[in-house]
T-cell receptor, first 109, second 114 residues
Framework: RKEVEQDPGPFNVPEGATVAFNCTYS??????FFWYRQDCRKEPKLLMS???SGNEDGRFTAQLNRASQYISLLIRDSKLSDSATYLC??????????FGAGTTVTVRA | DAGVTQSPTHLIKTRGQQVTLRCSPK?????VSWYQQALGQGPQFIFQ???????QRGNFPDRFSGHQFPNYSSELNVNALLLGDSALYLC?????????????FGSGTRLTVV
């Protein structure tokens, strides 16, 4: 079983729409959770950390459900510039980050 | 302030050859990690270097080796290249004591093995 699994999408949404997607992780001892954004052929960039109580950063909302071992990301009022691959990332209190394969989001005009 | 710098940006090698990729961490960062990202996949952890020692290693064969220098820069070496080694190789650095939150990635080296 993969450490982090994501729905690959693609999610194709119009500008202004809301899009949400999840990932699941296999190790219940995981300590830290993140969403990274990766544009085509570029490096991953940290979008936001995910906290147990849930957190927002502008139009982005992240939720963590430790009991079910899943993490979600919701994007409100989608912009063309939100088109990217979103990587779910988990750290299990060691030195490596475990990445999902990514969820592709395309926002159309 | 320069971020993480990787060189070269692109590389084409033949099966069986050896390759060395280089990474300069962000200023103030002392820890360097290497990741391999195959097409359509998420990055996979290769290893991490701290204080010039390999601190942790992922599920990669011994053909993959590395080094960290006193100035915190790092090299990734891959011997006996296989076609399956074709990927984007990413270097990430982090500052002291902030492993969970301080990762900065370089733009990567795209390796093609033919």
């Amino acid at each position: 079983r993969k450490e982090v699994e994501q729905d690959p999408g693609p999610f194709n949404v119009p500008e202004g729409a809301t899009v949400a997607f999840n990932c699941t992780y296999s190790n219940s001892a995981s300590q830290s959770f993140f969403w990274y954004r990766q544009d085509c052929r570029k490096e991953p960039k940290l979008l936001m950390s995910v906290y147990s109580s849930g957190n927002e950063d502008g139009r982005f909302t992240a939720q963590l459900n430790r009991a079910s071992q899943y993490i979600s990301l919701l994007i409100r009022d989608s912009k063309l510039s939100d088109s990217a691959t979103y990587l779910c990332v988990v750290n299990t209190n060691d030195y490596k980050l475990s990445f999902g394969a990514g969820t592709t989001v395309t926002v159309r005009a | 302030d320069a971020g993480v710098t990787q060189s070269p940006t692109h590389l084409i090698k033949t099966r069986g050859q050896q390759v060395t990729l280089r990474c300069s961490p962000k200023s103030g960062h002392d820890t360097v990690s290497w990741y391999q990202q195959a097409l359509g996949q998420g990055p996979q952890f290769i290893f991490q270097y701290y204080e010039e020692e390999e601190r942790q290693r992922g599920n990669f064969p011994d053909r993959f080796s590395g080094h960290q220098f006193p100035n915190y820069s790092s090299e990734l070496n891959v011997n006996a290249l296989l076609l399956g080694d074709s990927a984007l190789y990413l270097c990430a650095s982090s500052p002291p004591g902030q492993l969970n939150y301080g990762y900065t990635f370089g733009s990567g080296t795209r390796l093609t093995v033919v």
